[in-house]
């Protein structure tokens, strides 16, 4: 398809374990940005790349959280030793470039439970 | 610092009213833009409209229309004669020229339009 894409849709994981969730940007676009959405926190930055590089991850809430994008395109969020805090919807997002005037166009996010 | 904040948490009202859904932001940038976004209940997020800081005319597309004021740091957005295919959840959002990739939303307004 022509829009960001994201999988997996919804993920139920236990307390404690690792989980990653990925992350396909429009074709063409330079930069990839991550967003958590929750009820007590609204939508929070978390990491954003332009290309392969990650300028600001100023947003990843502590070290159990991890994000790498190789290739330019594709970008896995990872999240260690899950705990139920975590519980969200993890948003992903692609511009042309990471450039103030650029559009950040949204996937369908993945809904990440922790038991 | 950075801040969007969108007063109202909750509107309803009945098809074919008008509707403004508030945004007051601040930042210290010079260069700026701010961001309209609706999240249907399907849950992805849409872009609707961008505007920097340097253009303060007014948008309108269809029924659509947006009001800038840089005076009072508003970016309010107003729907004219509402539908129910309206319902959603609207989100304003900034992106400062000096703050890197990330927008800063504010907390959302949830529009219930009824027939």
Do not use: M
């Amino acid at each position: 398809g022509a829009g960001v894409s994201q999988s997996p849709s919804n993920k139920v994981t236990e307390k404690g374990k690792d989980v990653e969730l990925r992350c396909d940007p429009i074709s063409g676009h330079t930069a990839l940005y991550w967003y958590r959405q929750s009820l007590g926190q609204g939508l929070e930055f978390l990491i954003y790349f332009q290309g392969n590089s990650a300028p600001d991850k100023s947003g990843l809430p502590s070290d159990r959280f991890s994000a790498e994008r190789t290739g330019g395109s594709v970008s896995t969020l990872t999240i260690q030793r899950t705990q139920q805090e975590d519980s969200a919807v993890y948003l992903c997002a692609s511009s042309f470039i990471a450039g103030v005037a650029d559009t950040q166009y949204f996937g369908p996010g993945t809904r990440l439970t922790v038991l | 610092a950075q801040k969007v904040t969108q007063a109202q948490t909750e509107i309803s009202v009945v098809e074919k009213e008008d509707v403004t859904l508030d945004c007051v932001y601040e930042t210290r940038d010079t260069t700026y833009y701010l961001f309209w976004y609706k999240q249907p209940p399907s849950g992805e997020l849409v872009f609707l409209i961008r505007r920097n800081s340097f253009d303060e005319q007014n948008e309108i597309s269809g029924r659509y229309s947006w009001n800038f004021q840089k005076s009072t740091s508003s970016f309010n957005f107003t729907i004219t004669a509402s539908q129910v295919v309206d319902s959603a959840v609207y989100f304003c959002a900034l992106r400062g020229g000096n703050q890197g990739g990330k927008l800063i939303f504010g907390q959302g307004t949830e529009l219930s339009v009824k027939p």
